[in-house]
């Protein structure tokens, strides 16, 4: 079946350690995405990517990294610049034609000690 | 960034009660989506609609995009104890750079059995 797989689904990092979410998609999507979630809210956009090599912010990218060497790849360094880093992270991906129907994987959640 | 007015922010209901929330946007919207997520895992499309006016059923549920294009609405007609979790609309306002989702801060649903 198609779909997206995030790993790994828990991981704990002390402070001042990068750390990097993986997300691999087979729907043949072209767009990706990387979500923060914290209680109360909502999703919000810290970078995407429409094709690859290539990729832009969203609204909260300080402190993160992401890279898009393969169509099926992208992946999201979380580095020690980021100041409060604990929070459930989510990606998704989409056809680029058309409406922007994001299909999600099951989420990432990093914990700093 | 901007986000949509999802309301009620939560609900505690019996189960065999039907569930209405709906969201309100201050510009118009080519796409409206109304995802679920569950604890722990990433949202899942439930209904998209694309043009005003447009009523779509999934089951239980209903889902309608205003037509003023500036809302939408998620109905739940007889709900039952798997319904919990929280709900999240989300716009597209267009193409190009527009093709990015504004979401909603969620509803979150509880049923008691």
């Known amino acids: 079946d198609g779909g997206i797989t995030q790993s790994p689904k828990y991981l704990f990092r002390k402070e001042g350690q990068n750390v990097t979410l993986s997300c691999e998609q087979n729907?043949?999507?072209?767009?990706m995405y990387w979500y923060r979630q914290d209680p109360g809210q909502g999703l919000r956009l810290i970078y995407y990517?429409?094709?690859?090599?290539?990729?832009q912010k969203g609204d909260i990218a300080e402190g993160y990294s992401v890279s898009r060497e393969k169509k099926e790849s992208f992946p999201l360094t979380v580095t020690s610049a980021q100041k409060n880093p604990t929070a459930f992270y989510l990606c998704?991906?989409?056809?680029?034609?058309?409406?922007?129907?994001?299909?999600f994987g099951a989420g990432s959640r990093l914990t700093v000690l | 960034g901007q986000q949509l007015n999802q309301s009620p922010q939560s609900m505690f209901i019996q189960e065999g009660e039907d569930v209405s929330m709906n969201c309100t946007s201050s510009?118009?919207?080519?796409?409206w989506l109304w995802y679920k997520q569950e604890p722990g895992e990433g949202p899942v499309l439930l209904i998209a609609?694309?043009?005003a006016g447009e009523l779509t059923s999934n089951g239980r549920l209903t889902a309608q995009f205003g037509i003023t294009r500036k809302d939408s609405f998620l109905n739940i007609s007889a709900s039952i104890p798997s319904d919990v979790g929280i709900y999240f609309c989300a716009g597209q306002p267009g193409a190009g750079n527009n093709r990015k989702l504004i979401w909603g801060l969620g509803t979150s649903l509880a049923v008691n059995p």
């Open positions: 998704a991906s989409s056809q680029i034609s058309g409406a922007n129907v994001l299909t």
């Open positions: 609609l694309y043009k």
């Open positions: 729907l043949n999507h072209d767009a």
């Open positions: 510009s118009i919207f080519n796409t």
């Open positions: 990517s429409q094709i690859v090599n290539d990729f």
